[in-house]
T-cell receptor, first 112, second 115 residues
Framework: KQEVTQIPAALSVPEGENLVLNCSFTDSAIYNLQWFRQDPGKGLTSLLLIQSSQREQTSGRLNASLDKSSGRSTLYIAASQPGDSATYLCAVITGANSKLTFGKGITLSVRP | NAGVTQTPKFQVLKTGQSMTLQCAQDMNHEYMSWYRQDPGMGLRLIHYSVGAGITDQGEVPNGYNVSRSTTEDFPLRLLSAAPSQTSVYFC??????????????FGPGTRLTVL
């Protein structure tokens, strides 16, 4: 059974810092990995999708990498801003039913 | 495009009542699914559908029914609400299933409280 782990559960950093959010998964036979952002009381917003054949994807200040063999992904946020404060979830698709297995998320707080 | 829409946004039910959570997408996506999000448990798959007329169970299907009569709509029915079904429910959709590119899009959620 696929398990996705995100550690730590919470992170607080000063504005301007570059930071890395980690995600690990137990079954490397994934179709792809997706990073989401969730603001309090809101839905999930897709940030980046990495297909299993890719190593990284970039969007603005965000860069996500994938190492299938080690079962790890990282989300790099450059020059963090208070507006980046949210919960970041990673999810993997394993198997043909397109089921997403989610980590429990990392709650990020960027202090002004 | 409106994307994935869900109604209602909030709902309070009494134990034993039934209700339907609505989900619609206007992106012509094949695959739709329902998740529930609970503190400390993360998001868990309830039911999913790979196309009109086809549904299947996810990780936590007990107490819920679904149907998919059209590509656009995927309602979730609570047959007899229980306090354990207090949760935030999210509907999601993706263009295709079982393929390499499966970016999933989520609705804004329905916050359900069962008293």
């Amino acid at each position: 059974k696929q398990e996705v782990t995100q550690i730590p559960a919470a992170l607080s950093v000063p504005e301007g810092e570059n930071l890395v959010l980690n995600c690990s998964f137990t079954d490397s036979a994934i179709y792809n990995l997706q990073w989401f952002r969730q603001d309090p009381g809101k839905g999930l917003t897709s940030l980046l999708l990495i297909q299993s054949s890719q190593r990284e994807q970039t969007s603005g200040r965000l860069n996500a990498s994938l190492d299938k063999s080690s079962g790890r992904s990282t989300l790099y946020i450059a020059a963090s801003q208070p507006g980046d404060s949210a919960t970041y979830l990673c999810a993997v698709i394993t198997g043909a039913n397109s089921k997403l297995t989610f980590g429990k998320g990392i709650t990020l707080s960027v202090r002004p | 495009n409106a994307g994935v829409t869900q109604t209602p946004k909030f709902q309070v039910l009494k134990t034993g009542q039934s209700m339907t959570l609505q989900c619609a997408q206007d992106m012509n996506h094949e695959y739709m699914s329902w998740y529930r999000q609970d503190p400390g448990m993360g998001l868990r798959l309830i039911h999913y559908s790979v196309g009109a007329g086809i549904t299947d169970q996810g990780e936590v299907p007990n107490g819920y029914n679904v149907s998919r009569s059209t590509t656009e709509d995927f309602p979730l029915r609570l047959l007899s609400a229980a306090p354990s079904q207090t949760s935030v429910y999210f509907c999601a959709s993706t263009l295709t299933w079982g393929r390499a590119y499966n970016e999933q899009f989520f609705g804004p959620g329905t916050r359900l409280t069962v008293l």
